[in-house]
């Protein structure tokens, strides 16, 4: 299991570099107020009326990092922050929220793709670490090697949810980022914070999909008869 723990170890350590390297952003384009003086909610608001869209409402959410798009009651979720504050890291992530809407409105079909995985990916997600882990029990003691190959097949469920996951994302700040400069609702200077905080946010969700997919190539190893 040598060669497992390497790899948690490098992904963790991936992981918390771009995510400090994240929040350092945020805290840095936070500074930088938005000329217009709207905050998070009211560009949510303005980027939803500009893009046709009327059966969607802005909500305020508490937490931080809580902020998501809810296609089931069409709502543009905000953290209590984002929704409040008129700087360039709220009016970005208010922006790329109200991209998922747009996707929705459109039929964007990556989204409805990872839509329609989300009931089976929550199943394998709860399911993974009990079946993986029987799956190596039983195939030391016996040799047989079924439990651990389901188990195989449900972190590759989960592993393409996360490359799915990738475009969606991105398509999302790419909406975003084009609505912002091609209305005017913020400066150069504010665009390229948002553009630059939307960058490294995306970048956490590229190193979740790459360690999901070494993980899922060490079990694959170990159900091919390869171990370290």
């Known amino acids: 299991m040598t060669s497992y723990y390497l790899i948690i170890g490098i ?3 991936i992981s918390w ?37 009327t059966d969607v409402q802005v909500v305020s959410v508490p ?11 069409k709502t543009v979720n905000l953290s209590e922050a984002v929704c409040m504050q008129r700087n360039a890291a709220a009016a970005a992530v208010a922006a790329h929220e ?3 809407a747009v996707q929705h409105a459109v039929g964007y079909s990556m989204l409805q793709l990872r839509s329609k995985m989300v009931p089976i990916v929550n199943i ?5 670490q009990f079946v993986l882990m029987g799956g190596i029990v039983i195939m030391a003691m016996s040799g047989s090697k079924i439990v651990l190959a389901i188990g195989v097949v449900l972190f590759a469920i989960t592993t393409l949810f996360a490359f799915i996951t990738l475009p969606v994302e991105y398509d999302a700040s790419n909406r975003a980022l084009k609505w912002l400069e091609t209305t005017g609702t913020v400066s150069r200077e504010e665009y390229a914070g948002a553009e630059d905080s939307l960058k490294w946010a995306a970048r956490t969700y590229v190193v979740a999909a790459l360690g999901s997919l070494a993980q899922l190539m060490y079990f694959a190893s170990m159900l091919m008869g390869r171990r370290d």
């Not at 930088?32 to 003086?37: A, E, K, Q, S, T």
Request: proline share 2%; glycine share 8%.
């Open 63 to 73: 937490g931080q990092l809580t902020d998501h798009y809810n296609p089931e009651n």
């Open 11 to 13: 992904s963790m350590l």
């Open 124 to 128: 394998s997600s709860n399911l993974l």
């Open 98 to 100: 109200c991209g998922h």
């Open 17 to 53: 570099i771009v995510s400090a390297r994240l929040k350092s952003k945020f805290e840095h384009y936070s500074k930088v107020h938005l000329r217009n003086g709207l905050s998070g909610k009211e560009i949510a608001e303005k980027m939803l009326r500009d893009n046709g869209i």
